[in-house]
């Protein structure tokens, strides 16, 4: 496998590293330390992404070359951090899936499962906490050149997708990548603080999270957080930052709180709410769900376009976070559990 990998990419000179339409930490510094050492083998990359890369990750560097098209002419396509066609949706509504199929393609990812890209040519699909992982090692294996920033943007991908060496997926593996990585002169600390500088926020964001704290309510015993948004507040604040974002991860920290809902009300009637569980309660998915979103256990949301009233679906909402709760803890959680797995 790897040696056909090897020989796909010997073999091609222009070469489009594509991300899914959900990119993120992983996805991002993955492709951008392909990049970097495609372009150290003498290759011509080309990142592609079907949609805006979020601002949280525009502190990357190079995040600015990914492009929302393929190039005219390619001879190989990488595909990274995902094994979902449906997640490639952009090149299917614009007809650059036929371009991409009839090229050769290798997918590298970590989410390892029964999905597959059908047309790709080779699948490294691993069990590994991130895609950087993976790649870490294919590089390792090929003799690639790591430059010090294509170590960076590996180092980054395996921190991003391990929040931190902290998720449950981190391996001793992945810590020992981080470490030889360290020994070649990655500094995590550097990483850390170019990431939180990313996290600075203009003054009167801080100010309107104190106010939206100061309106959460804990509801049913305490377990159920839930925050609304009016028009006015996503009106003048949601350009600078999502209002939700500033104070999800917040009101899970209340003890007792197993689930934070942040409710937005649109001046047409539409109601939409972002959900956030606590471990341990992974029920975001299925309270999504009932109200015709979707999502993964622990982070889910969805939209209601017909009208309801609001006080309505608030107490609807409470009252079913309250059963699902219930139900788990009633020790009949099977059917809660099994979601889809998050796509990390
Ligand atoms: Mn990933």
Request: hydrophobic letters at 40%; a negative charge.
């Amino acid at each position: 496998m790897i040696n056909e990998v090897n020989g796909l990419i010997e073999s091609s000179q222009k070469i489009v590293i594509i991300q899914a339409d959900n990119p993120d930490g992983d996805s991002l510094a993955s492709a951008l330390a392909l990049e970097q050492i495609l372009g150290d083998l003498g290759k011509e990359p080309w990142l592609y992404c079907g949609v805006n890369i979020p601002t949280y990750l525009r502190y990357l560097a190079g995040w600015d070359r990914v492009s929302d098209e393929l190039p005219q002419q390619f001879d190989l396509s990488i595909i990274v951090d995902t094994s979902s066609e449906t997640l490639l949706g952009k090149l299917a509504e614009t007809a650059q899936m036929m371009w991409l199929k009839s090229k050769p393609a290798i997918v590298i990812d970590h989410h390892e499962g029964d999905q597959s890209i059908s047309f790709a040519t080779n699948s490294i699909n691993e069990s590994a906490v991130a895609t950087g992982e993976l790649i870490y090692e294919i590089a390792k294996q090929l003799h690639w050149p790591l430059s010090h920033s294509a170590m960076t943007m590996l180092a980054t991908s395996i921190m991003a997708d391990s929040r931190g060496l902290t998720t449950d997926k981190t391996s001793a593996r992945s810590i020992h990548v981080i470490a030889e990585l360290v020994e070649k002169g990655v500094s995590i600390p550097e990483l850390e603080a170019a990431r939180r500088a990313s996290m600075r926020r203009p003054a009167e964001l801080v100010t309107y999270k104190g106010v939206l704290l100061q309106r959460v309510e804990y509801l049913a015993d305490n377990r159920v957080a839930t925050v609304t948004i009016p028009w006015q507040e996503i009106e003048k604040y949601s350009h600078a930052y999502n209002p939700t974002m500033l104070v999800i991860e917040d009101m899970l920290l209340a003890e007792n709180a197993r689930i934070a809902i942040g409710f937005k009300q649109y001046p047409d009637g539409k109601i939409t709410a972002k959900l956030r569980a606590n471990y341990g309660s992974p029920i975001a998915g299925e309270l999504a769900a009932h109200f015709g979103g979707g999502g993964h256990p622990y982070a889910a949301g969805f939209k209601i376009t017909d009208g309801r009233l609001f006080s309505e679906i608030k107490s609807e909402c409470t009252k079913l976070a309250s059963d699902l709760l219930d139900k788990i803890d009633g020790g009949k959680s099977d059917e809660t559990i099994q979601h889809t797995r998050a796509q990390g």
